[in-house]
């Protein structure tokens, strides 16, 4: 029998995995706490630890886990930013879900954005106290308008496909664009010009970091709604309150937060919110936060545990070869076991 232990677990992950994983001999240890340096101990016995965005997978952490016998990460996320690669290679094989619904974070993206431009949260909230005034509702028509979309992986494009179909007009930046595609691609600086809505869908990367920084606002349009389904990392959040502060920016759509580890999914509403920053987004009368919950769908719910699940069963039926493996030996860390079928290690 596998032994996982699950860290971070909320209700709607255990059903979908327990069904899976009693499927194949595998024995879940549901932990509630989050992964660290002072935790990893509760993995002791155990083969894999199956993790979340906010657990943190650094190197002490991975030290300990590999001095416990674990001998597989399961990140049942597509992000792996929380995780140190290059301090797993060699102890420990770490697996992730690429695609477990890109539908369900595209649509969420496009749920912000109408929310946001419509008011509809607003009118949502009158209504309910029988005030049907329209003043301060007035909105503005995706048709016609060009939508700037940071990464076209298969959510990106997903969201372009979705934009288009409002008849919206789009422009990308990729580092890595596909030279097959109908997308006109342009560089950062003339994305940031031309956008009346810029989306993001990209990986957060040391690279990637704070790419929306008070520089690329300045190169911005007046008004720019700016949407981010991917890492809050990806946005400098004080140069975004800033924005939103000078009426450079006419709208922000999040989804997620920089420092969201200790705030998100959990009920702090019984609480004073520590976080100075995230409390004045929250307050500004043009901005929508929800908690990372763009991936919640019943459909991705089933498509991570079952990929997690086959990830896991993967390594210790096929020899350690698992097609989802993140490995650093060659730097490329998603891409070379794509043209190797074999061990990384």
Sequence with gaps: MIKVAFYDTKEYDKSSFERYGSLHDMQFRFLETKLNEDTAELAKGCDVVCVFVNDIVNS????????????????RCAGYNNVDVQAAFGKIHVVHVPAYSPYAVA????ALLLTSVRRIHKAYNRTREFNFSLNGLTGFDFHGKTVGVIGTGKIGRI?????????????AYDRFPPKDSDIEYVSLDELFERSDIISLHCPLTDETRHM?????????????????????????????????????IGAACLDVYEEEADIFF??????????????????????IVTSHQA?????????????TVNNIL????NDGICDNELCYRCGNIERCKKERKERCF
């Design 314 to 317: 993967s390594y210790f039926e």
């Design 159 to 171: 969201f372009i496909d979705i934009c288009r179909g409002f008849g919206m007009h789009v422009v």
């Design 212 to 248: 929306i920084g008070a520089d690329a606002i300045s190169k911005m349009k007046k008004g720019v709604v700016i949407v981010n389904t991917s890492r809050g990392g990806l946005i400098d959040a004080e140069a975004l309150l800033e924005g939103i502060k000078t009426r450079k």
């Design 266 to 287: 959990e009920d702090r509403s019984g609480h004073i919110l520590d976080d100075d920053l995230l409390s004045r987004l929250i307050s500004m009368p043009n901005v």
């Design 107 to 110: 649509e969420h993206a496009i």
């Design 60 to 75: 002490a952490v991975i030290k300990k886990l590999y001095e416990f016998g674990v001998k597989l990460i399961a990140l």
């Design 295 to 307: 991936f919640l769908t019943e459909d991705a719910l089933n498509n991570i545990a079952e990929t």
